[in-house]
């Protein structure tokens, strides 16, 4: 018998003992062997053991710290996968759900990565699929790596043999955020295996999966729309503060099947971080609302800020006693607008029998109306109001009417009516309807086909007085 047989040998006989049957001697024992991978594959009672022989010996403090809680890895590319091992009872010394640490390297390595077997597979599957979906570019050459090259040696190896399809999504849109440039969320977790036809399907071992991500601080969990009531019951039966999310149900293109998980993983950008950062953390966030509250805690001070510099050396413009403005899909431009404009009194119109928009102009509404905003604005006054649609003759009649309601009687110089959303038609309304004197302005924005929105912070802002057509505009 080799001698590398042997020391297989021996190790499996360590792992098949209980955490009380292992003595401090032994545990240490199996954690050397393991190397780096021991705190990631023994369970704690294990460690804990192996940590004290150390400490008994007199070794260094970061010989010891080695076995204190492993940390996932960070930056760009990392990644954790969580695998459920079937045969618990054999190796009671192992835990019964396993963390791996990886990272995704893009550009191919001197050596191949040293992988599970079972791992390197789902790698392989999820580069092919992402490729061929063109979720990811083509050209670009990816690798998927443990977090640290020491990590699996031939004795770690050896536990880590079998099935690792569920490692599936996390990988995926772990690939898809390290090609966006992105960082993952610790908190962010998933499991969930590929089909073609289905999307991402059931996996099997969720409750201990949910379990490993407790013990790692997990605020989010995506499982397969199959497992989500085996999933929030058990989350709800323990009391942990884990939020149960799903993948797209029956959806077979990995970028639409992953679009909410990979937009909770990214890793968002802070006030403090650089604009191009935030804007790219905000055309990443899929959900409205969410999207919606990061531009208004993370874009909206600074963005004014840049708009109303256009303007310095032209302040005036800005004067605003009263503003117009008309909902639309992107409600954050009614945001910065009072923040660049600052009016007093300001009309939100939103078109009759449109229950989203009404929704809308009622959520900025209260927002406005909040003590927080009241005193950073100096108290506006805002109202909102349905108007119907109609044709070119009909809106100048209706906003006319709108006009002379709002001003009652007051100098129409200080009245700013935004002709940015809306309609084209209410564009041209707006201008034919407005009283000498008024200020149109409009913003200008590259706009994101994907997500159908304005990229922050490349927006120009100009002002056309119906005084001194042709326009005013610091802009130009």
């Known amino acids: 018998m080799s001698p590398s047989k042997i020391a297989a040998e021996k190790l499996e006989r360590l792992a098949q003992k209980s955490p009380e049957e292992l003595t401090h001697s032994e545990a240490l024992i199996l954690a050397r062997e393991l190397g780096p991978l021991a705190s990631w594959l023994l369970k704690p009672e294990v460690v804990n053991k192996a940590r004290l022989e150390l400490v008994a010996y007199g070794w260094s403090t970061e010989d010891v710290s080695q076995y204190l809680k492993p940390r996932l890895p960070e930056g760009p590319g990392a990644c954790w996968v969580v695998a459920v091992r079937k045969d618990t009872t054999c190796y009671p010394a192992l835990r019964d759900s396993i963390v791996l640490p990886l990272r995704w390297k893009k550009g191919p390595s001197e050596k191949p990565p040293t992988l599970p077997e079972g791992l390197q597979q789902v790698a392989n599957e999820v580069l092919s699929e992402l490729k061929a979906s063109q979720s990811i570019p083509e050209s670009e050459h990816w690798e998927l790596h443990p977090a640290s090259d020491d990590l699996f040696n031939a004795a770690g190896l050896l536990f880590l043999k079998g099935d690792y399809s569920s490692a599936w999504a996390p ?131 600074d963005l004014a800020a840049q708009l109303r510099n256009q303007f310095r050396e032209e302040p005036n413009k800005l004067n605003c006693r009263y503003f117009i403005t008309i909902v639309s899909d992107s409600p954050e431009l009614i945001y910065l607008m009072h923040f660049v404009f600052r009016p007093k009194t300001s009309l939100i119109l939103y078109t009759l029998h449109n229950e989203n928009y009404r929704k809308l102009a009622i959520e900025v509404e209260e927002w406005l109306k909040s003590p927080e905003i009241q005193k950073q604005l100096g108290s506006p006054q805002p109202r909102v109001e349905a108007f119907p649609d109609g044709g070119l003759g009909d809106l100048v009649s209706r906003f006319r009417r709108l006009m002379a309601e709002l001003l009652q009687g007051d100098d129409p110089h200080s009245l700013v009516i935004d002709v940015t959303p809306g309609k084209k038609t209410m564009s041209i309304a707006w201008a034919l309807a407005a009283p000498k004197g008024a200020r149109l302005a409009y913003v200008d924005s590259k706009f994101n086909s994907d997500v159908r929105k304005p990229v922050p912070f490349e927006e120009k802002l100009t002002i056309f007085s119906l005084d001194t057509l042709p326009n005013d505009s610091a802009a130009s």
């Open 171 to 301: 990988l995926a849109g772990a690939l898809m955020v390290a090609a966006g440039e992105g960082k993952p969320d610790h908190k962010v977790w998933a499991t969930g295996a590929w089909d073609r036809q289905a999307g991402v399907i059931r996996v099997e071992g969720i409750r201990e999966k949910l379990a490993v991500a407790k013990e790692f601080h997990a605020s989010q969990f995506f499982v397969p729309a199959s497992c989500s009531d085996e999933a929030r019951q058990w989350i709800l039966q323990n009391n942990w503060p884990i939020e149960i999310k799903t993948f797209e149900k029956s959806t077979p293109r990995p970028r639409d099947a992953l679009r909410r998980y990979v937009s909770q993983l990214h890793v968002r950008a802070s006030k403090s971080d650089p604009p191009e950062e935030r804007a790219k953390t905000y055309l990443r966030i899929d959900d409205d609302n969410e999207r919606r509250k990061y531009y208004l805690d993370c874009i909206l001070d």
